[in-house]
């Protein structure tokens, strides 16, 4: 099936649109743009190039994807936005794309919900299955893992990454590192308050998974030890549980802070 394209909207002559594209009344996909099978554009969406998006993507109104990013230093060379398969982008999204300094990419995955007035800043590089809810914001170079979940106005500082299963809360404000399976409340800046037992349980996590990380949680914030204590008693831990494993290995790849 041929894309359907409102007459108020505007296709530029370089852009490759595949097969069953809806675009609504009064849209922009500019030139240099690849948009895959069964995407769905609706009013006042615009979309800048460089960009790919793969196949089965929403975009429900006023979302601004593709656009230059937010960076002084961005002097117009070629960078991209990379978006995957079957996500959803709500009312007034904006996603940049990179910057030749950092990479040159802005990548989203698979299977994403980033609801309305999200950001993603560029050369920010976003997992599967995630879920920002209203408002919530990442700034430059930030790495976010699968299953994800940032609460409505939660905001990430640059270079900060957040670990796969984490959730941050309701208004958090992030300024470090982020190991999995965590949960951060708000407190001035975000701080740990335990882990996300309620979303690894609805993903499947046994109990014994979830005893192996918790008992992980307390020995890195609760004994009340310095960090290297607290990674001597992870690496003991860590024979016997890949996801104790996992989060010695994000802990040990760190270049920034870790929040505790």
Same mark, same amino acid.
């Given at each position: 099936?041929?894309?359907?394209?409102?007459?108020?909207?505007?296709?530029?002559?370089?852009?490759?649109?595949?097969?069953?594209?809806?675009?609504?009344?009064?849209?922009?996909?500019?030139?240099?743009?690849?948009?895959?099978?069964?995407?769905?554009?609706?009013?006042?969406?615009?979309?800048?190039?460089?960009?790919?998006?793969?196949?089965?993507?929403?975009?429900?109104?006023?979302?601004?994807?593709?656009?230059?990013?937010?960076?002084?230093?961005?002097?117009?060379?070629?960078?991209? &936005?990379?978006?995957?398969?079957?996500?959803?982008?709500?009312?007034?999204?904006?996603?940049?794309?990179?910057?030749?300094?950092?990479?040159?990419?802005?990548?989203?995955?698979?299977?994403?919900? &980033? &609801?309305?007035?999200?950001?993603?800043?560029?050369?920010?590089?976003?997992?599967?299955?995630?879920?920002?809810?209203?408002?919530?914001?990442?700034?430059?170079?930030?790495?976010?893992?699968?299953?994800?979940?940032?609460?409505?106005?939660?905001?990430?500082?640059?270079?900060?990454?957040?670990?796969?299963?984490?959730?941050?809360?309701?208004?958090?404000?992030?300024?470090?590192?982020?190991?999995?399976?965590?949960?951060?409340?708000?407190?001035?800046?975000?701080?740990?308050?335990?882990?996300?037992?309620?979303?690894?349980?609805?993903?499947?996590?046994?109990?014994?998974?979830?005893?192996?990380?918790?008992?992980?949680?307390?020995?890195?914030?609760?004994?009340?030890?310095?960090?290297?204590?607290?990674?001597?008693? &992870?690496?003991?831990?860590?024979?016997?549980?890949?996801?104790?494993?996992?989060?010695?290995?994000?802990?040990?790849?760190?270049?920034?802070?870790?929040?505790?």
């Amino acid at each position: 099936m041929d894309a359907a394209i409102h007459p108020t909207a505007v296709v530029e002559a370089g852009a490759r649109l595949g097969k069953g594209v809806r675009i609504g009344a009064f849209c922009h996909i500019g030139d240099d743009v690849v948009v895959g099978d069964g995407c769905e554009f609706g009013p006042h969406c615009s979309v800048a190039g460089p960009t790919t998006i793969g196949n089965d993507n929403r975009f429900i109104g006023h979302c601004a994807i593709g656009g230059e990013p937010q960076d002084k230093k961005f002097a117009g060379e070629r960078v991209e &936005l990379v978006i995957g398969d079957r996500n959803t982008f709500r009312e007034f999204v904006t996603v940049n794309r990179g910057t030749g300094t950092g990479g040159g990419v802005t990548r989203v995955g698979n299977d994403n919900w &980033l &609801l309305a007035y999200t950001h993603v800043a560029h050369d920010c590089t976003v997992g599967d299955h995630c879920v920002f809810s209203n408002n919530a914001t990442l700034a430059g170079h930030v790495s976010v893992g699968d299953h994800v979940i940032l609460s409505g106005f939660a905001g990430v500082h640059q270079f900060c990454r957040i670990g796969a299963h984490a959730f941050i809360g309701m208004g958090a404000f992030v300024n470090g590192d982020v190991p999995p399976f965590v949960m951060v409340a708000q407190d001035g800046y975000g701080r740990p308050r335990g882990i996300n037992s309620e979303g690894l349980k609805r993903r499947g996590f046994d109990s014994e998974r979830i005893g192996a990380i918790k008992r992980a949680y307390r020995a890195l914030y609760v004994a009340g030890g310095s960090l290297e204590d607290a990674r001597a008693k &992870l690496l003991d831990m860590a024979g016997e549980s890949e996801d104790v494993r996992a989060l010695l290995d994000f802990i040990d790849s760190g270049e920034r802070p870790l929040l505790r």
